[in-house]
Nanobody
């Protein structure tokens, strides 16, 4: 069972930056495609950024494109999310998720992911 542990959340003001990290307990093909989701109070879980193919292609939600950057350090089994120009609407619990890389549906769907971390809170104040 792959375990994912997130860190790096916190409270910042509008325009600030944070970097989230997600460490996977093992490197396995069943969890090779990793991504970030977020969930604000009263809302569904939304895909933010994810590696969607075994080649490392990364896709972003339109709401974060140009502000957030996802990257992976395979040697450390770690996925990062650099978040810049943060806005109050970015406030949410951020989750790391992983699945096996296969044919991508073209959408960041939480239901496609088998493994989930506990989440790290990001709060952006105006």
């Amino acid at each position: 069972q792959v375990q994912l542990v997130e860190s790096g959340g916190g409270s910042v003001q509008t325009g600030g930056s944070l970097t989230l990290s997600c460490v996977a307990s093992e490197h396995t093909s069943s969890a090779k495609c990793m991504g970030w989701f977020r969930q604000a109070p009263g809302k569904g879980r939304e895909g933010v950024a994810a590696i969607v193919t075994s080649y490392g292609n990364i896709v972003y939600a339109p709401s974060v494109l140009g502000r957030f950057t996802a990257s992976r350090d395979s040697a450390k089994n770690t996925l990062y999310l650099q978040m810049n120009s943060l806005k109050p609407e970015d406030t949410a619990m951020y989750y790391c998720a992983a699945r096996s890389c296969g044919t991508w549906s073209g959408r960041l769907e939480a239901g496609d992911y088998n493994y989930w971390g506990q989440g790290t809170q990001v709060t952006v104040s105006s």
